[in-house]
């Protein structure tokens, strides 16, 4: 569905009308220390001379200019080349902050960025973005794992806030690992969490946060989010895990739903039977205190939802298509089924009315992304002149002519600034949408619920938040009662004028599998708890009164809640986890080491591989002698070459696949295999095959492939096919695969272990 202008456009628009009092306002900083600051601090480190002036600016903070400086460089390591400084003041509802920026002046560039309490001292945060001088860049795997890196983020924490770091408990880590094949790649960071702990529960909003390069193992962020005076509920009376699950299956039942992947095929896509959360939530919060299911609308902060990547709102079609050329456009108006442009300009006149001042100023036709055969008018009209011009886009369907979507702006950004209160409230603002989608799509009106409304925000000159517009959303209900949330409706509504601003329809005609033989929904709802168990936590939730205008604070609660981010949706025939794609999620492991890596010569190996994710313990065993399959070698060269942190997802459209077809497919993308190949997935590696990934995985492909100019010095160089002489000799030449008594054994097979080592001296071959 379209994506509605976010309420922090507004905020800025109106930061830039009234940007000359911002200018004005010095945000806190105490005159005399700006003006000594300015006066007085030339380079880093600088003294600062007494003076009448600094003097009055150090009255108003206990800690001076020179003393934070002098803090922050005891805490980090602020090198000599870091030449340039700066300094601001901060004050808001944490408290008072010296601000100090020093940068590299030098053409390689960088940044250190501290931020230090002006009332007791204690640094709040650090950032830095160090460059290496000499112009090198990261290659192969990370120098320091992360168990190596943990004692580093521990060690920070605990010197820089002692008293809360013994309040807290290290969380799961989302470590950031760019593609290590990649030459040369991105920084490797592990991110630390150590979230606060309060009669014995976490409190997620509170955090001492540590990240640190892989690379060089030093700190490159902190941050400490913490409120001194945050009140907790008491813990005693809770109600006990087994009636919070009751509360869970009873109040709480997974909904079965329609879905479709987001991904192109059309028809041939197949539409899913799945579990959802109910009303299309990420998270279920109970209240530990009282039992009571917590509407939360999303408005808290801390506890992530069981995302697999996002959740299953309605499509953004608008965002996913793409131009037709004007051969094109001519040749799909012949088709017989397919509106002319006069025709179809006739019918987005008579759905949404256009004033006469408007001129049309453009039209196109496009064909959708996830639906190749269908094709869509746009049309757009524009009025008046910068700073006042107006517009209105209209599209309608290609072949039938119905009313796809409009959206329709009509202000300026300054009378949006005026202290316009709104006049239609959300019920009245509901009832004009509902008659908008009865007048255009009565048939379809008939096939739909309500899901929500969503005030959108100011941006009013007033004391208080008051919504400027509504959306509400209404999903398609399916065969035999089945909402299907990619279906249905968006609508905006004007707060001020009760106008429909915005319209967007998805409607597929695709076939809808039966739902005979779908489990139960108190099934459903006992695999949710088995793969994403309840929780006891502390989290602060914002009134759903304070999206409408009220100024009551966040209140932080006790509550039961769902962990395990991995999944966002059960198959609701096998109860299979899957992810936001539909795909099968699969579980992040926890961090368990091998137990059958002792006195193993291919220990190290797999221990380097599984810190950067390339590997995970299977039952807490890597099995290092038993022979690798093609599909398990496939595997650790794709995630070698991919981003990590949300793993390997399928490029093309089809029904369920076997575990290893995402991998083959983004391995042709990666140049690892070749276009149409599909190598037998249990077949076991032999040092050929090896060879032969391992060069197209360091993309030598085009000097692999020229066979003839190779000599090779081994005693069975015959059985070598003569078009893999050259990966032969490039991987015994670069030191990835080691000759044997003279021979290089082709057909030899590889064990875990073997593939493990190849590929560590793979990834550290450009180093």
């Known amino acids: 569905m379209k994506k509605r202008k976010s309420p922090a456009s507004w905020l800025f628009a109106l930061v830039l009308a009234l940007g000359f009092l911002v200018m004005?306002?010095?945000?806190?900083?105490?005159?005399?220390?700006?003006?000594d600051a300015a006066e007085k601090i030339a380079a880093p480190g600088q003294a600062v001379t007494n003076s009448d002036k600094s003097q009055e600016g150090e009255q108003q903070t206990a800690v001076s200019l020179e003393q934070a400086i002098k803090i922050a460089r005891e805490a980090f390591k602020i090198p000599a080349d870091f030449d340039k400084f700066t300094n601001g003041f901060d004050q808001s509802k944490q408290g008072a902050f010296w601000e100090l920026h020093w940068n590299r002046s030098a053409k390689s560039g960088g940044y250190i960025d501290i931020r230090v309490n002006a009332q007791n001292g204690e640094i709040w945060s650090m950032s830095q973005w160090s460059p290496p001088l000499d112009g090198s860049s990261y290659q192969g795997l990370p120098t320091y794992s992360r168990e190596q890196t943990k004692d580093i983020a521990t060690a920070l924490a605990e010197k820089l806030h002692p008293a809360r770091f013994r309040e807290t408990l290290l969380q799961p880590g989302r470590?950031?690992?760019?593609?290590?094949?990649?030459?040369?790649?991105?920084?490797?960071?592990?991110?630390?969490?150590?979230?606060?702990?309060?009669?014995?529960f976490s409190y997620l909003e509170n955090s001492i946060n540590v990240t640190v390069n892989?690379?060089?193992?030093?700190?490159?962020?902190?941050?400490?989010?913490?409120?001194?005076?945050?009140?907790?509920?008491?813990?005693?009376?809770?109600?006990?895990?087994?009636?919070?699950?009751?509360?869970?299956?009873?109040?709480?039942?997974?909904?079965?739903?329609?879905?479709?992947?987001?991904?192109?095929?059309?028809?041939?896509v197949?539409?899913?039977?799945?579990?959802?959360?109910?009303?299309?939530?990420?998270?279920?919060l109970i209240d530990a205190l009282t039992g009571n299911i917590?509407?939360?609308?999303?408005?808290?902060?801390?506890?992530?939802g069981m995302s697999g990547g996002g959740d299953m709102n309605m499509a953004d079609s608008k965002m996913k298509e793409y131009q037709l050329n004007p051969v094109e456009i001519s040749a799909v108006e012949d088709a017989k089924n397919l509106l002319p442009q006069d025709t179809a300009l006739a019918k987005a006149r008579s759905a949404v009315s256009v004033p006469g001042e408007y001129s049309l100023r453009s039209s196109r036709l496009e064909q959708d992304y996830l639906f190749t055969d269908k094709k869509t008018w746009h049309f757009n009209w524009e009025a008046g002149e910068e700073p006042e011009r107006k517009w209105l886009d209209i599209s309608v369907d290609a072949s039938s002519g119905e009313l796809v979507s409009f959206y329709l702006n009509e202000y300026n950004m300054l009378d949006k600034l005026k202290a316009t209160e709104p006049k239609f409230s959300e019920a009245d603002a509901r009832k004009a949408a509902e008659s908008f989608i009865n007048k255009v799509q009565a048939e379809k009106w008939e096939q739909v619920v309500f899901k929500d409304a969503q005030p959108v925000m100011g941006p009013f000159m007033s004391e208080k938040q008051l919504p400027s517009a509504y959306t509400f959303v209404w999903f398609r209900v399916a065969r035999d009662g089945i909402q299907f949330p990619d279906n249905g409706f968006n609508v905006d509504v004007d707060a001020v004028t009760g106008e429909i601003t915005g319209f967007q329809m998805n409607w597929y005609n695709v076939d809808l599998p039966e739902p005979q033989g779908v489990m139960e929904p108190d099934a459903a709802a006992g695999v949710f708890l088995q793969e994403a168990p309840l929780a006891e936590a502390y989290l602060s939730l914002w009134p759903e009164e304070?999206?409408?205008?009220?100024?009551?604070?966040?209140?932080?609660?006790?509550?039961?809640?769902?962990?395990?981010?991995?999944?966002?949706?059960?198959?609701?025939?096998?109860?299979?986890?899957?992810?936001?794609?539909?795909?099968?999620?699969?579980?992040?492991?926890?961090?368990?080491?091998?137990?059958?890596?002792?006195?193993?010569?291919?220990?190290?190996?797999?221990?380097?591989?599984?810190?950067?994710?390339?590997?995970?313990?299977?039952?807490?065993?890597?099995?290092?002698?038993?022979?690798?399959?093609?599909?398990?070698?496939?595997a650790m060269l794709v995630r070698a070459g991919t981003y990590s942190q949300w793993g390997v997802r399928p490029l093309s459209a089809g029904s369920e696949e076997a575990w290893y077809q995402p991998y083959y497919e983004q391995a042709v993308q990666l140049g690892i295999l070749q276009k149409g190949e599909q190598p037998d997935p249990d077949a076991p590696v032999t040092r050929i095959f090896m060879a032969r990934l391992s060069i197209h995985a360091m993309d030598l492909y085009r000097v692999a492939k020229l066979s003839d100019i190779y000599v090779l010095n081994f005693q069975d160089a015959a059985e070598i096919p003569e078009y893999l002489r050259g990966h032969a000799a490039l991987s015994v030449g670069m030191g990835l695969l080691e000759p044997q008594e003279g021979n290089f054994r082709p057909q030899t097979f590889v064990s875990r272990g073997e593939a493990a080592t190849t590929l560590v001296k793979l990834l550290n071959s450009w180093k």
């Not at 790649?185 to 606060?196: L, P």
């Not at 006990?240 to 059309?266: D, K, N």
């Not at 917590?294 to 992530?304: A, F, K, S, T």
């Not at 193993?600 to 950067?612: K, Q, R």
């Open 546 to 634: 304070q999206w409408k205008g009220s100024t009551e604070e966040a209140k932080i609660h006790l509550v039961y809640h769902l962990t395990n981010q991995y999944f966002t949706m059960l198959n609701a025939f096998s109860g299979q986890p899957l992810n936001s794609d539909g795909e099968v999620a699969v579980a992040t492991p926890e961090e368990v080491g091998f137990e059958d890596l002792d006195g193993n010569p291919y220990g190290e190996a797999v221990e380097m591989l599984s810190s950067a994710g390339i590997i995970n313990a299977v039952g807490g065993e890597f099995r290092p002698n038993d022979v690798v399959t093609q599909a398990e070698l496939i």
């Open 214 to 268: 892989g690379d060089t193992g030093e700190v490159s962020g902190f941050n400490l989010n913490w409120d001194a005076n945050a009140s907790f509920p008491d813990p005693s009376g809770s109600i006990s895990m087994e009636q919070a699950e009751q509360v869970f299956r009873t109040q709480a039942t997974p909904q079965l739903y329609y879905f479709r992947p987001r991904i192109p095929g059309g028809s041939e």
């Open 270 to 284: 197949p539409i899913k039977l799945v579990y959802g959360l109910p009303g299309q939530k990420t998270q279920v």
């Open 294 to 304: 917590l509407d939360n609308n999303g408005n808290y902060y801390g506890l992530y």
């Open 175 to 200: 470590d950031y690992f760019p593609p290590l094949l990649s030459q040369p790649r991105g920084q490797v960071e592990y991110r630390y969490n150590f979230a606060r702990v309060v009669n014995g």
């Open 24 to 35: 004005q306002n010095t945000t806190g900083l105490p005159q005399a220390a700006a003006a």
